[in-house]
């Protein structure tokens, strides 16, 4: 019986030291992949390149029997062309919007004098000429100039991924046994990376051709920022929708407008509400808090597009810790279970 508090005790101590452990390597490792950013985001962004194209190069090479290198020479070559395609679309509607600017100007100037005549009728003091020479002062052609040049440092860094993905995707074997955790990450972000895609695709097409419908320009550009915007959990959808408001309510009647809003949110909640829980299945095991951390430390880390990865690399984290028994509480912890649902989740591994 006077070992039983020697035993606690030290089953205390070595919780403190693991605990202090994964403290300190956390912050070191966050602290290198901040300084390594540059490197470190295209090799990521590689590595889950590779899971996206994976099935089709090994479908060419295990049933079509051709050679690994040709399976992702002809990958390659149909992603350069949507690649290519999307950048061209992308350029050619910023280079239209951007000879429209005065129009749009003038509309946001209409818009502004009707919410202006309105609030006066509340009874409020507006002041709206200098309302107006603030939007007539606005620079309109350097933003222009800038979200082009966003695009071609976007586009500088295309080179290092496909370097990093070619060498990752070459490495690979369809008959390679993973096993153990790396079988189990394998199978979680392929399972989370087809949703998201399956999903993505559905809410970029809808989100792009009700613009679309409506004549609002750069439908199809902000077809594809929802596209990209959904992979960040829980914000992403929201962002969307906040970036289409500009040109919708500067394009269209502000009471069409807010039709165009409702439609872009209904479509929203059905897909990513109902349809993709479905999808998703078991999902990623991680707790909407855990999703929510994630999400602002990756944004630190590497900024937007640490938040388009932090789901993933969240769940990579806690599939990691939960096959070490020293780490496991804190795997458990991650997936928001704790205190004796913790430890029947532990006994059942």
């Known amino acids: 019986m006077d070992d039983e508090p020697q035993r606690s005790l030290e089953a205390e101590q070595r919780s403190l030291t693991t605990t202090a452990i994964l403290i300190t390597a956390a912050i070191a490792l966050g602290a290198a992949l901040t300084v390594l950013r540059d490197v470190a985001i295209p090799f990521v962004i590689a590595l889950l390149l590779v899971y996206v194209v994976d099935p089709l190069v090994d479908y060419l090479e295990m049933r079509l029997r051709a050679p690994r290198w040709l399976a992702l020479v002809v990958t390659m070559i149909i992603g350069a062309g949507v690649f290519v395609g999307l950048v061209a679309l992308i350029v050619s509607s910023v280079d239209g919007i951007e000879q429209k600017l005065d129009v749009y100007a003038q509309r946001l100037v209409a818009f502004e004098q009707s919410i202006v005549d309105w609030l006066q009728g509340l009874g409020l003091d507006i002041d709206n000429d200098a309302i107006v020479q603030h939007i007539q002062a606005l620079p309109k052609q350097e933003i222009a100039t ?50 998201k895609l399956i999903t993505s695709t559905a809410i970029g097409l809808v989100f792009g051709g009700i613009l679309f419908g409506f004549g609002i320009d750069l439908a199809l550009v902000f ?40 439609g872009l949110v209904l479509a929203q909640n059905i897909i990513g509400n ?63 279970r704790v205190g004796s649902q913790a430890r029947r989740s532990s006994l059942s591994l």
């Open 223 to 262: 077809g594809l920022l929802a596209f990209l915007l959904n992979f960040i959990p829980t914000i992403g959808s929201v962002l969307a929708i906040l970036s289409t408001l500009p040109l919708i309510f500067v394009a269209v009647d502000p009471l069409v407008g807010l039709g165009i809003v409702g």
């Open 274 to 336: 109902i349809l993709e829980p479905k999808l998703m299945g078991a999902g990623l095991d991680l707790h909407p808090a855990t999703i929510l951390i994630g999400l602002g430390l990756w944004g630190v880390i590497w900024g937007v597009v640490g938040m388009l990865l932090s789901a993933p690399l969240m769940a990579i984290i806690r599939v990691v810790l939960k096959n070490y028994a020293p780490t496991r509480p804190f795997a458990e912890l991650l997936a928001g």
């Open 146 to 195: 800038e979200a082009l040049g966003s695009l071609a440092a976007i586009l500088s860094k295309a080179a290092l991924v496909l370097l990093f993905f070619a060498f990752i995707i070459l490495g690979k074997s369809p008959w390679d046994d993973k096993g153990g955790v790396w079988n189990e990450i394998d199978k979680s972000v392929h399972r989370y990376l087809r949703t």
